[in-house]
């Protein structure tokens, strides 16, 4: 198992930034293709981005492309989302999960071990 567990949520202006860290436990954290997703109120789960193992490529939806960026820290386990120009329709929970089977990078489904959130919140 991997335990995950994201932070750096909160409230920011429209046009803002924020950055959200995704720590994972273990010493095999960097075997793992990792992925962010959100789920705003009354909607369903969505990706967001992945990152490979090692961290050579990334992967976004194209509702944020040019505008979030994902990196990861192997020696610290973490994964970051780094969140620009925000705008009110990123509001949402924000989950880091791991990926363990192989397919599509943005497939909800190809992802195992979740993180329980944390909250965004974009104001207009």
């Known amino acids: 198992q991997v335990q995950v567990v994201e932070s750096g949520g909160g409230l920011v202006q429209a046009g803002g930034s924020l950055r959200l860290s995704c720590a994972a436990s273990?010493?095999?954290?960097?075997?793992?293709?990792m992925g962010w997703f959100r789920q705003a109120p009354g909607k369903e789960r969505e990706a967001v981005g992945a990152?490979?193992?090692?961290?050579?490529?990334?992967y976004y939806a194209d509702s944020v492309k040019g505008r979030f960026t994902i990196s990861r820290d192997n020696a610290k386990n973490t994964v970051y989302l780094q969140m620009n120009s925000l705008k009110p329709e990123d509001t949402a929970v924000y989950y880091c999960?791991?990926?363990?089977?192989?397919?599509?990078?943005?497939?909800?489904?190809?992802?195992?071990?979740w993180g329980k959130g944390t909250q965004v919140t974009v104001s207009s």
């Open positions: 990152i490979t193992v090692s961290g050579s490529s990334t």
């Open positions: 999960a791991a990926k363990l089977r192989l397919g599509p990078f943005l497939e909800i489904n190809n992802y195992s071990y």
């Open positions: 273990g010493r095999t954290f960097s075997s793992y293709t």
